[in-house]
């Protein structure tokens, strides 16, 4: 589905070098099918260094030259660069957008045109190519589209389909969700130093027991309340500590964690839409 197409990714950040390494170690592109273009001269030398890919100092020219077109820039820049390229885009063209935020009918209404987006929102463990990623189809975009970021952000990841008005939920809970994750492995550190353990020691056991456990829900497929069960024998440690976090409402914590990061996401789509002129 990707071969002999090429890939444009507008924007050479952290998240572009995740797609891109995914892409080049899944095989499912060589280095001759990804162009690039960004603001920022001496990211583009990194990228032409590392992973011999060639690049446009305009993103007019990368519109052109691409079938495919990754929108990796900050929300705060689309605006501008979409009417950059406007003129350049064509309706045979994917678009995909990894802009937080920006709605595919802004991405529409800028380009002028029926454009062929699919929003998705990823998230930081794309980096380390164990990400979430959750994509949505833009009202003119074909089935083909879509099966095409599937397999672009499969390559980092798992990828989920939403609708697009749950993408603020997306944001809350797995574009958030890491950060609550490493909190969590902080406190959890900090108390087995407290208790004696190294620290090295301490940060093995944590990152170990998070990675395993998250293994165990995803390989076994069962519901993280029946494994929670299953360790928690009764009389046991486990229990004792469970009682601990039933007490202080941990799960309601995070479930307002996620409620709260939700609302601001909505917020700063409704500022995107807003400074639009």
């Not at 820049?77 to 063209?93: F, K, P, T, Y």
């Not at 595919?104 to 990400?131: C, D, F, H, W, Y």
Request: hydrophobic share 45%; aromatic share 4%.
């Amino acid at each position: 589905m990707l071969a002999g197409k090429k890939i444009g990714f507008l924007g050479a950040g952290n998240m572009a070098e995740a797609l891109i390494r995914g892409l080049l170690r899944s095989h499912l592109v060589d280095e001759r099918s990804l162009w690039l273009s960004d603001v920022r001269q001496e990211r583009l030398q990194y990228f032409q260094e590392r992973y011999s890919l060639p690049f446009f100092k305009e993103n007019r020219s990368l519109a052109a030259h691409c079938q495919i077109l990754i929108l990796a820039i900050k929300p705060q820049n689309m605006r501008e660069a979409l009417r950059e390229i406007q003129g350049s885009v064509r309706a045979d063209q994917t678009l995909i957008s990894i802009a937080a935020g920006i709605p595919t009918s802004m991405i529409i209404e800028e380009l002028k045109m029926r454009a062929r987006v699919v929003r998705v929102m990823p998230n930081t463990p794309a980096l380390v190519l164990e990400g979430a990623s959750a994509l949505c189809p833009g009202p003119y975009s074909t089935p083909e589209d879509l099966e095409v970021a599937k397999l672009i952000f499969s390559s980092v990841g798992k990828v989920a389909v939403v609708e697009e008005e749950l993408m603020d939920a997306v944001t809350g809970l797995s574009g958030s969700g890491p950060a609550y994750v490493f909190l969590a492995m902080e406190g959890l550190r900090e108390a087995g130093i407290r208790l004696g353990l190294p620290p090295e020691t301490a940060g093995l056991l944590v990152a170990q027991t998070f990675l395993g456990a998250a293994r165990m829900v995803d390989e076994t497929k069962e519901d993280p309340r029946i494994l929670r069960e299953r360790v928690s024998s009764p009389g046991g440690t486990t229990l004792a500590g469970l009682k601990v976090l039933e007490e202080r409402n941990v799960r309601g914590i995070l479930a307002d964690a996620v409620e709260a990061a939700t609302k601001r996401s909505r917020e700063l789509a409704g500022q995107q839409g807003a400074t639009g002129g």
